[in-house]
């Protein structure tokens, strides 16, 4: 029988942090021999260049006259269904248990019982679409029809249990990050377009989302450049964006804020900071921290969902209850202010990332779900790629 397994991965193919993590699993994947299909409406953005065990199909909606709005969905389901019968799929390994999870259980329900499906749930299925009651038994439906439920956290492990009264076996499995391409930058040209030589470099990125709360990060930039020399560089784009800029004018800080937009090379953006600031309200993982940590960046943040399990408070960062902007730039200041302890932390940053969070880690944990839901043994095999 071929070690090699038939996946189908479904994720929303834009930005945002689920769709990441799973177009970067599908080509680890791909690189260890396996064969995976990328079943989507759009390329995913981080797909790249060619491999030979990649194939991306498109999912086409119709417009049929008599449908108010496009049934994406329906159509999802059908081409799941069409591609695990042609490819002859063994997994189908959906992200986010809406609409994904509920259409690869229609899915199966047309290929029959060989196919199997692994849902990883990233945060908003549970913390916001869970909270509607329309919602509560479609999504409970989806997680206990699946044949493996994966979670990026504990604290979402948790939320999902007391929210849907899922009894069932959920897999812990983190989020992680290529280390070939997240690793700390040579970026001291890069940094002197923003700031002056000793000034401090704060950053965040984010979609900016009230969730986000990026108003608390002008309030600790602010607290912290009237003590530190320093300069803010904003990431990314997102409905709260107008206000934060409102803001910033009024506080006459226009000279000391730079926005840089949405940004593809990330590892190299983060490595011009001295510390991301990450003080949402709700962050069930929270993977820009660990992009940021993985290239030797502290996070000062919330001790928001996931956040608490990621950074570790007083090593790779700090972290403060929500809200607590003053406390949050305090230790922005203490890290500024003892060359010593900043050193330290990036270190601890470095090691935390690799030993934890490696990508080789937690592809492995998913590949041993899917030989676990197929009935087989985890095979010992060799990269095909590297």
Not at 169 to 177: A, E, R, S
Request: with cysteine; proline share 5%.
């Amino acid at each position: 029988m071929d070690s090699f397994l038939k996946i189908g991965i479904t994720c929303y193919p834009t930005l945002g942090g689920s769709g990441v993590v799973a177009t970067e699993l599908g080509k680890l994947l791909a690189d260890k021999g396996h064969e995976v299909h990328f079943i989507s409406h759009s390329v995913p953005f981080r797909l790249g260049s060619f491999h030979k065990n990649i194939m991306y199909h498109e999912v086409e909606v119709s417009d049929y006259y008599v449908f108010r709005y496009p049934p994406y969905d329906l159509s999802l389901a059908t081409k799941m269904a069409q591609v695990a019968k042609a490819q002859n799929l063994d997994i189908l390994h959906v992200h986010y248990a809406v609409p994904h999870a509920v259409c690869a259980f229609l899915a199966k329900q047309m290929v029959g019982d060989k196919l199997k499906v692994v849902t990883t749930l990233h945060g908003t299925d549970i913390t916001v679409l869970a909270q509607d009651e329309s919602l509560k038994d479609l999504i409970r439906l989806a997680i206990n029809e699946s044949d493996a439920v994966t979670s990026v956290s504990r604290d979402l492990m948790r939320e999902t249990r007391e929210v849907l009264d899922i009894v069932r076996d959920i897999d812990l499995t983190y989020n992680f990050v290529d280390e070939r391409q997240y690793h700390p930058r040579d970026v001291c040209e890069c940094r002197k377009d923003f700031a002056e030589p000793g000034e401090k470099v704060l950053m965040h990125i984010s979609n900016f989302r009230p969730v986000k709360r990026v108003g608390d990060v002008v309030d600790v930039f602010s607290m912290v450049n009237e003590q530190v020399p320093s300069k803010l560089l904003f990431v990314g784009e997102g409905p709260d964006l107008p206000k934060i800029q409102w803001k910033i004018k009024e506080m006459g800080l226009e000279d000391r804020v730079h926005f840089l937009g949405k940004q593809d090379d990330i590892a190299q953006v983060i490595s011009m900071a001295d510390v991301l600031l990450l003080p949402s309200e709700k962050e069930s993982f929270g993977l820009v921290a660990l992009e940021a940590m993985a290239c030797g960046i502290p996070t000062v943040g919330s001790e928001a969902g996931g956040i608490p399990e990621l950074v570790a408070h007083g090593e790779t960062g700090f972290l403060a209850p929500i809200g607590d902007t003053r406390r949050m730039a305090d230790y922005c200041i203490s890290l500024f202010n003892d060359p010593e302890l900043a050193s330290r932390v990036r270190k601890a940053c470095l090691n935390r990332a690799k030993c934890y969070f490696s990508s080789d880690t937690i592809t492995s944990v998913y590949e041993s779900i899917y030989y676990r839901v197929l009935g087989r043994k985890v095979p010992q095999f060799k990269p095909a790629c590297g």
